[in-house]
């Protein structure tokens, strides 16, 4: 069963840089793309952007360059940086394992999500 | 971008009764090369992460009820439940896959009348 949880602080600073992790387990991360969707309190889902192992990356452009998404094949485990954050970045930040069709696809399974909160 | 545009917002059913959820995209999701349209249906219970139930707008996933199904093509699509049960209240997504960014709609929140 795979399974994914995030980790990383929960409350950032308004202009630092928001890191977050994902450990997969029982999954290899070379296997398939992975991917990073955020919701802010009561609100819907934004994706973020997805990456392969080999490199491959595709962002949203709403979020303007400030995101990059790596993988660390000897941990398992995938990376979000979201710089210079404003309070609107505030949101749970979910990982999620990507069904890649074509340029994009559907999300399962899904981490818990970890809340983070940008505040001074 | 697609965007997704669902409706109702909300809707209160009584258990055992039908739940209808709309999702219309802004352009076509259907790809023409292989007949499929490229939307997937998520459910969401509260402090929950989203679930996957349905892809290709109207393929089961595995385990969901069969009382869950997934309607539509190109622009506008439908997610029923036939009849409801108590957990299924949820908010409902819609997603489309047909181009990045990927897009969802604004979520239906089912809840008992």
């Known amino acids: 069963q795979v399974q994914l949880q995030e980790s990383g602080p929960g409350l950032v600073k308004p202009s630092e840089t928001l890191s977050l992790t994902c450990t997969v387990s029982g999954d290899s991360i070379r296997s398939h793309f992975w991917t990073w969707i955020r919701q802010p309190p009561g609100k819907g889902l934004e994706w973020i952007g997805h990456m392969h192992h080999s490199g491959s990356t595709n962002y949203n452009p709403s979020l303007r360059g400030r995101v990059t998404i790596s993988v660390d094949t000897s941990k398992n485990q995938f990376s979000l940086k979201l710089t210079s954050v404003t309070a609107a970045d505030t949101a749970v930040y979910y990982c999620?394992?990507?069904?890649?069709?074509?340029?994009?696809?559907?999300?399962?399974?899904w981490g818990q999500g970890t809340l983070v909160t940008v505040s001074s | 971008d697609i965007v997704m545009t669902q409706s109702p917002d909300s809707l209160a059913v009584s258990l055992g009764e039908r739940a209808t959820i709309n999702c219309k995209s802004s352009?076509?999701?259907?790809?023409?090369?292989?007949?499929?349209?490229?939307l997937a249906w998520y459910q969401q219970k509260p402090g929950q992460p989203p679930k996957l139930l349905i892809s290709?707008?109207?393929t089961r996933e595995s385990g969901v009820p069969d009382r869950f199904s997934g309607s539509g093509s190109g622009t506008d699509f439908t997610l029923t439940i036939s009849s409801l049960q108590a957990e299924d209240v949820a908010v409902y997504y819609c997603?489309?896959?047909?181009?990045?960014?990927?897009?969802f709609g604004g979520g239906t929140k089912v809840e008992l009348k």
């Open positions: 352009q076509s999701v259907l790809y023409s090369s292989n007949n499929k349209n490229y």
């Open positions: 997603q489309q896959y047909y181009s990045t960014p990927l897009t």
């Open positions: 999620a394992r990507l069904a890649a069709v074509a340029e994009g696809g559907w999300f399962d399974p």
């Open positions: 290709w707008a109207s």
